[in-house]
């Protein structure tokens, strides 16, 4: 890993999830740290259970592609990090595969002039803490991944629970997460989410659903999976159809395993994924921005990425009530019954935001990306 800018901090190596592919919340903090240290971003993949159908197909041609073009990309200095694509078999599940994956992934990590600070947000790579030098090794929490929907739940624990041993510290995106972790004793930060404000109240460009769609247009935008509450939706897709001025649900993102019978419902639509780019455009034509989530224990323990987003755009924002968000509360209208959430998404539309949400949301001036990357350099450099 030779540094090819200039250098404040030790070398950072981090292992996550594909560069690029969609604004997670690591790659945000990265991209704020890279004029202060050399960053070398190892990309990992293996956290789905293998199934034979078309998302897999899908996702499985996809990384192919990425590894066709390059196992190495160096991008100019300060927009990306170097960025190792490590040639994996797509599964931790047996001893084999642990130990080619790692095999993999040893061979094609840098040597350094000085031990990296290493910072991964999947515990796949558990086998390799102690098998290169390293000054800390610091494990980035976001979900409780064993209960993601469509993940190999089984082995991200077993994963996870050989990882928590052996590292230095723990970041956690949400308190809830840290009650499995109470026995390690770990040196912990509560690091939450946080927002680009400028990009979402200024978008550059004007965006609106196709002609066949009728406003008003409340939106959705992430995963379309079984996280969702289809009471919620029905209820809504029921009580606008009721309305004296209907409107239509769009769900906006990648499908998988999405829940059964929306497609059944007649103003709701389901549209393709939307670039980083174009989400502020999406805010802008919406009416309200919902986040109609089930009461589950993967969603009691996440913070959506996309909560702060919302509130950025301006715009009314119902959601369901979880843990994450109730600091929040009076910012947008936090709901735990489908009957709640329609009366909530209709009246919104009636109303437009309401005064006090407004000035509630002046905190976000505290939340934004670079604020949480200065925790985070600190927390990762500091002795």
Not at 9 to 34: A, N
């Amino acid at each position: 890993m030779t540094p090819h800018r200039h250098s404040r901090c030790p070398p950072l190596l981090v292992f996550s999830d594909p560069w690029g592919r969609h604004p997670s919340s690591c790659q945000h903090l990265i991209r704020h740290l890279l004029r202060r240290t050399c960053v070398t971003w190892v990309e990992v993949i293996g956290m789905r259970r293998w199934r034979w159908d078309r998302h897999t197909l899908r996702r499985g041609l996809e990384q192919l592609r990425r590894w066709w073009h390059a196992s190495v990309i160096t991008a100019p200095p300060h927009s990306a990090p170097q960025v190792l694509r490590p040639r994996l078999w797509p599964s931790f599940r047996s001893r084999w595969a642990r130990s080619f994956n790692a095999a993999q992934l040893l061979r094609l990590l840098p040597v350094t002039h000085q031990p990296p600070v290493v910072l991964t947000t999947l515990p796949l790579v558990a086998d390799l803490v102690g098998r290169f030098p390293a000054r800390r090794w610091i494990y980035y929490c976001l979900d409780d991944y064993s209960a993601w929907p469509g993940w190999d739940g089984p082995t991200l624990r077993r994963c996870e629970n050989a990882l928590l041993p052996r590292i230095d510290r723990l970041i956690l995106v949400n308190p809830l997460l840290g009650t499995r972790f109470a026995p390690y004793r770990l040196p912990t930060l509560l690091l939450t989410h946080g927002v680009d404000l400028e990009h979402f109240r200024n978008p550059t460009s004007s965006w609106q659903p196709p002609p066949h769609i009728p406003p008003p247009w409340i939106i959705y935008w992430g995963l379309i999976d079984p996280r969702l509450d289809l009471s919620m939706l029905h209820m809504l897709s029921l009580r606008l159809r009721e309305s004296s001025h209907p409107g239509s649900i769009l769900l906006i993102g990648p499908r998988e395993q999405p829940p059964p019978d929306l497609t059944q419902l007649p103003n709701l639509y389901i549209l393709p994924k939307m670039d980083y780019q174009t989400l502020p455009a999406v805010g802008a034509a919406a009416h309200v921005l919902i986040a109609p989530y089930r009461n589950l224990p993967v969603t009691q323990a996440m913070q959506p990425l996309k909560f702060l987003e919302y509130l950025a755009t301006g715009k009314p924002v119902v959601a369901r009530r979880l843990p994450a968000l109730l600091s929040w509360s009076d910012a947008a209208d936090l709901v735990d019954t489908p009957d709640h959430f329609a009366t909530c998404v209709l009246e919104r539309l009636h109303t437009g935001l309401p005064p006090h949400q407004l000035h509630a949301r002046r905190r976000l001036h505290a939340e934004t990306w670079h604020a949480k990357a200065e925790l985070l350099e600190h927390w990762l450099f500091s002795d």
